[in-house]
């Protein structure tokens, strides 16, 4: 597993330097700019809480891999709810009725993050262990990424707001950094796994496709949050963003 985990670093060393990260970090852009792609955000979150428990969760299981994967689940199992009070705390109730909300979370807006989780489900649905075990150590370091660049984010909009931000802020941060799987115990006996040459390839290519999948999504957020300014955010009704540069059919081969 030591080459998996050296691709896995080399990929979040890349994956780190998008554009989106630029744009988070760009302090001349209000805070609640930076964070106003997180409506778009909400078919990825709800839909890999599904993904969780319907594809990767085995209970019981008598396999030490499994039980890694089960443990990890179990503690990000309630991230979503974190997420729903972000989107409360930074006023998106205000803008959408239920089914003018039930209309975006399936329009063109976010068909690419929908079709991201579909992806997820295609690589994964029934992989061995190993490999359910690969792709979520992908996204845990696509994740430090991700919320280490936002939480700072949420600590400046504090100062506007004085509220918590407990999705994109440090809480999640903090979650993310403290789970089980980066106990040294664990990564070590990850580490030492010998993996046969196939399941090496295989573990390879999830690794690349995993990261490829974020890739497309950030660009996407990034397009949103430039298109909806969290001010005239009503218009999302009536207007429809180009992702044409982000589609899935033009970056990954299927």
């Known amino acids: 597993m030591r080459e998996v985990f050296a691709l896995i670093e080399k990929q ?68 979503w709810i974190w997420f729903l009070k972000d989107l409360e705390d930074l006023d998106f109730n205000h803008f959408l009725s239920f089914t003018d909300s039930s209309k975006f979370n399936w329009s063109d807006e976010t068909r690419i993050c929908r079709q991201i989780i579909y992806e997820l489900y295609r690589h994964t649905y029934q992989v061995s262990p190993i490999c359910k075990l690969v792709v979520i150590e992908s996204i845990e370091s696509i994740s430090n990424i991700f919320f280490s660049r ?20 440090n809480p999640h941060l903090l979650a993310e950094n403290n789970h089980s799987v980066h106990s040294c115990e664990t990564n070590e006996f990850i580490a030492n796994i010998h993996l046969i040459e196939d399941t090496r390839k295989q573990a390879c290519k999830l690794v690349n496709e995993t990261f490829e999948l974020f890739t497309v999504l950030v660009d996407v957020l990034l397009n949103f949050a430039k298109e909806y300014k969290f001010r005239d955010f009503q218009k999302i009704k009536h207007s429809s963003i180009n992702n044409d540069n982000c589609d899935l059919n033009h970056k990954i081969s299927f």
Request: proline share 9%; aromatic share 14%; charged share 20%.
């Open 12 to 79: 979040s060393i890349e994956f780190a330097q998008l554009p989106f990260f630029e744009f988070l970090g760009n302090q001349s852009i209000e805070p609640i700019e930076r964070l106003s792609f997180a409506p778009c955000f909400t078919p990825f979150v709800m839909g890999y809480g599904d993904l969780n428990k319907f594809v990767w969760l085995e209970e019981p299981t008598t396999n030490p891999i499994q039980a890694i994967v089960n443990k990890q689940i179990r503690e990000e199992e309630n991230h």
């Open 150 to 169: 936002t939480a700072p984010v949420t600590q400046e909009l504090k100062l506007i707001t004085n509220r918590e931000y407990p999705y994109f802020g």
